[in-house]
């Protein structure tokens, strides 16, 4: 059987993106495959700490790794106009042909806020981030294009710096209907850990779309980001849970909170049994590979991972020894 393909999900909102960097190339050597990399303006909570640019972090990460690397996802809205967006995921296609992928989100208020303004309901976010995929998606041709939507205005345009291919667009979804979208526009779909039942209806929903579209479902990409705290110990692997990633146990959306201290007030109510069917955290390796391997049996067939801990090197060390040669695609 394959080996599964299983990347490393390098967290600006968390690690100084020199940190990162190393940590990408150990990952590698480790037997991950490829890099999703989070484009946060701020962090989630003020002791994460960091907030790096994260077109910037990209290209130093594909020099120093060989796989693919893409953003973990990026809003082509508010604070990024698409053509901005189109512009960078071109350049960055063109400067690593074959490794880059573009993954887009509707965007949280978190980050995209920044601008003020009115910070519009989901529908309205969403509506926006397809009518972004359609300039993108022009722009990806090589020809001057002129865009006059509901929410955009472009001036006639081309991106005079282009990729022989122009690079795949996933989207970050785990609703239905955005899913079915997905599957008619897109090129794959990214998601996170949710219940089976919940998956596999957005699987249909993604493979409905793409059938639509005169398109084969099975051969799209569908990626995972998998959150999960390991350490030597049950108990400091709990800390760091409750104490780096206390998003991770909060049950409520999170897309409409604008300030990383407001988050800091909402993990003071987080408890460990909130964490249960979210997040695995556990210090046995054997538990992991049992957690991740069940998501791989659903169908994904990339799981990029993140541990919520700062013992990245050593996480790495060990999931490289005892559970990456033992998943299968």
Known sequence: MARARIGYAAMLEQFHPTELLEWCAQAEAAG???????????PWVPAQGQAAFVWAFMTAAAERTAGDIGPGVTCPSFRQHPAVVAQAAATLAAMYPGRFWLGLGSGEALNEHVVAGYWPETAERIARMFEAIEIIRKLFTGKDVKHRGEHYRMETFRLWTMPDEPPPIYVATAGPI??????????GIITVGAPGEKLETVFKRFAKGAREAGKDPATMPRILQL????????EEALANALTEWPNGGMKFPKQDIRSPHDFAQAAKLVRPEDFAGRMLISADPEAHRREIQRF????FDRVYLHNVGRNQAEWIRVFGANVLPKLVA
């Open 178 to 187: 955005t899913a079915e979208k997905t599957g008619r526009f897109c090129d």
């Open 32 to 42: 991950f495959s490829g890099i999703m990399a989070a484009d946060h303006l701020q």
């Open 227 to 234: 959150h999960l705290s390991w350490a030597a110990t049950d």
């Open 296 to 299: 791989l049996d659903m169908g």
